[in-house]
Nanobody
Framework: QVQLVESGGGLVQAGGSLRLSCAAS????????LGWFRQAPGKEREFVAA????????VSADSVKGRFSISGDNAVNTAYLQMNSLKPEDTAVYYC????????????????????WGPGTQVTVSS
């Protein structure tokens, strides 16, 4: 089983920055790729960014490219989402998720490929 805990959410003005963290633990983690997803009120959950430790690759949604970046520290099993130039439309609950496949070299953007999820952290961007 994999446990995921997000942190770093909060309230920020438009144009500001936040850094989210996702700490992974559990014997089943095995350096699985980690992804960030978000769900705004009244909308479906959507992919934001993901990182593959074994492949050394990252992918990001077009809506956040140039503003958000994902990174990780494999030594402490933690992934980070640096969010800059935040917009009100970035307001959402942000979730961290672990890929069901530890050995995927290119991170997947498909939600059903992720089988462990954190409780989420709220990000609110005021205009």
């Amino acid at each position: 089983q994999v446990q995921l805990v997000e942190s770093g959410g909060g309230l920020v003005q438009a144009g500001g920055s936040l850094r989210l963290s996702c700490a992974a633990s559990g014997r089943a983690f095995n350096s699985r790729p980690l992804g960030w997803f978000r769900q705004a009120p009244g909308k479906e959950r959507e992919f934001v960014a993901a990182i593959s430790w074994h492949g050394g690759r990252t992918v990001s949604a077009d809506s956040v490219k140039g503003r958000f970046s994902i990174s990780g520290d494999n030594a402490v099993n933690t992934a980070y989402l640096q969010m800059n130039s935040l917009k009100p439309e970035d307001t959402a609950v942000y979730y961290c998720a672990a890929d069901r496949s530890p050995w995927r070299l290119v991170p997947t953007t498909t939600q059903t490929d992720y089988d462990s999820w954190g409780p989420g952290t709220q990000v609110t961007v005021s205009s």
